[in-house]
């Protein structure tokens, strides 16, 4: 099938074993990429192509130069035996598909092309093919409401929920819905710890619901997923879990909370138990015909947003497209909100009749688009208009025949709403800092050091651009003339890699981010709280900090490549280390590491590559290079930890300062990073030699 290898396990959506994925931990900070199977995707955008132009690559291109143009990118044309065998050395299980499928990138904030729903319907308004749907709300009688106790304040205080009435479910439209549940956890829901999607078979539940925090041991259920079918409490669940390789990872959210979050019907059947699984009982299957849809989060604005692009993405398969019932939430305080609504505004207490589901109106003019894009102005305003319906927005232009009217629907909530930049605040030491607001587009400025700045217009200006073709704005010579050149630190550095190129080293690029571990522990290095640049939000646990060193990249690197010995890699970028002197409190460093694996130590080779890259500084070896002022280099014994000095290691001396290390890596480091080969590296501060030579 087009998405087999999904399971789906409540409040989230897991990958099973028949559907192979990538390992490489590096593709976890890649942007999203969504399977469409390409038969299915050119029919509905109303492509035909022969055998012929399938298999010669004639339907690729084309398709390729219409995700370019749409801002998107195809990543790959494969099938799913195809990945399979790649990742298995050739081995295909029976059964797997050998269908063609496009595998496309998604920009990180596009949450309405998550699935194949969004982009063939996104790809048909650009092709003017179809018009932007209305997303329309239609009332129950008698709405469904989620009542919010006080119990949950302190664990995960925000509830949205809505319903799908009427839906029709084939096996691909329900791989899909799970697929999109899936994707937006991992992006916008930040692995569930700011949002929890649960989806629910309405007709197995019986309202109004209630969203309460109890004691582990007083929620028993019978989940989804578990080692065996019978009920469990909530205690139970989660020791359950801590041997499941797709749900222990979320444990942490609530394992240590005296109570957990729970969704329960009007007969106290468990719906869910936020952020881990969902109830046996609301299990949805091909024949659920009417959703309930629940999201339980810690940010408000992002749990709109999300319910939105699951409501909008999965209501074209109701009774009446694109219609949704609103759910009535009522909060702890008693205060009552229909949801779904607009995410950047305040929730409705009611809809009494159909309405529009969120739609924002702004405005934007003809002469700034022409002057902030490149547009020429041959081009008139009303086409501009026309432009933005492409984009999904409904544009109209004004009798004044420059102001365009810009109705912004529920799926773009990546058009942000209105800010400005408030500067005047100034911090001790006498730092200047930049103060952001979010105000109305009409609220009136506070400080005349107020500078309003049309952020919310900036993405679409960009709309109209891509709608325009950016290969079709005129190439124009700048007005003002400048004189660039390179700068000296990545001139050095271009000369240095040409350098390790030569010695036979291959370059890599290794992330800015890792663990705090890879900066000191790994390294057996002490972590003294003034190096490291920790991260306030990281998306991932594998991306905390800032690096402060490469000699970790690099080692992941060999562990990930098991090449044919000796593996020579090296690289040249930046560290980030604390600086309080630094306006930002922080400095980049450029440096230059470099790694030799082989069966012997490798002393002998890095100490020699240190050679010529000090010959090419022209550099000589001195031992006066201990004085500060002379231009030379010497070695000292090193007692940094992440080497073995009894087999060779020594701090890099340049005049008077310690500039690098170079030495045989410590077998307990080599352990940490799975290596089985003994590893020489080297590891130099660049900047120091950016200072001219003395004249004499």
Known sequence: ??????????????????????????????????????????????????????????????????????????????????????????????????????????????????????????????????????????????????????????????????????????????????????????????????VAIGTHDLDAVQGPFTYDARAPTDIKFKPLRSPEPREYNAKELMTAYESDLQLREYLHIIRDEPKYPVIVDSNDTVLSMPPIINGDRSRITLDTKN????????????????????????????????????????????TQFTYPCNPYGDAPEAVSEAADLGYRVDTITASLVYRRSGIPTTVPPKDLAKLLTKMQHHATLQEDGDTISVEIPPVRPDVIHSCDVRRARRVHGGRWLLSYSICKPSCPSSSSKTTRIPRHLQQIWEDVAVAFGFNNIPIRQPKVCTVGQQLAINELTDQLRTILGLAGYYEALTFALCTNEDNFEKLRRPDDGKTAVLLSNPATVDFQVVRANLLSGLLKTVFHNPLKLPIKVFEVSDVVLKDPTAETGTRNHRRLAAVHASKTPGFDEVHALLHQIMKMLDVPFSPDAIKPTEWAYCLRESGDPAFFSQLGAADIIFQGQRVGVVGVVHPEVLENYRLKAPCAALELDVEPFLEPKPSH
């Not at 409040?11 to 890649?30: M, V």
């Not at 022969?50 to 998107?72: I, P, R, V, W």
């Not at 810690?298 to 692009?309: M, R, S």
């Not at 699951?310 to 694109?322: G, T």
């Open 291 to 334: 959703v309930f849809i629940e999201c339980t989060a810690t940010d408000l604005t992002k749990a709109k947003i999300v319910l939105n692009i699951i409501v909008c993405m999965f209501s074209e398969h109701c009774a009446e497209p694109f219609t949704i019932e609103p759910v009535v939430v009522r909060t702890p305080e008693g």
């Open 1 to 194: 099938g087009l998405y087999s290898g999904f399971a789906h396990t409540g409040s989230h959506t897991t990958r099973t074993s028949t559907t192979p994925q990538a390992k490489d931990p590096g593709h976890r900070c890649t942007m999203p990429i969504v399977s469409v199977n390409r038969a299915r995707l050119l029919k509905a955008i109303g492509k035909e192509y022969s055998e012929a132009e399938l298999n010669d690559g004639t339907a690729k291109h084309e398709f390729e130069q219409l995700c370019f143009d749409f801002g998107l990118e195809l990543d790959e044309e494969t099938s799913e035996s195809q990945m399979m065998a790649a990742q298995t050395g050739g081995r295909v299980d029976e059964g797997v598909s050998e269908e063609i499928i496009y595998r496309i990138e998604i920009p990180a904030n596009r949450y309405d092309l998550l699935c194949p729903e969004g982009i063939i319907r996104g790809l048909n308004i650009f092709l003017s093919r179809a018009e932007a749907p209305r997303y329309r709300l239609v009332p129950a009688a008698t709405p469904q409401v989620l009542n919010i106790t006080a119990n949950t304040q302190s664990v995960r205080p925000h509830a949205v929920a809505a319903v799908l009435r009427g839906v029709t479910f084939t096996q691909e439209r329900y791989d899909s819905f799970i697929d999109l549940q899936d994707k937006l956890h991992q992006n916008i829901c930040r692995k569930r710890s700011l």
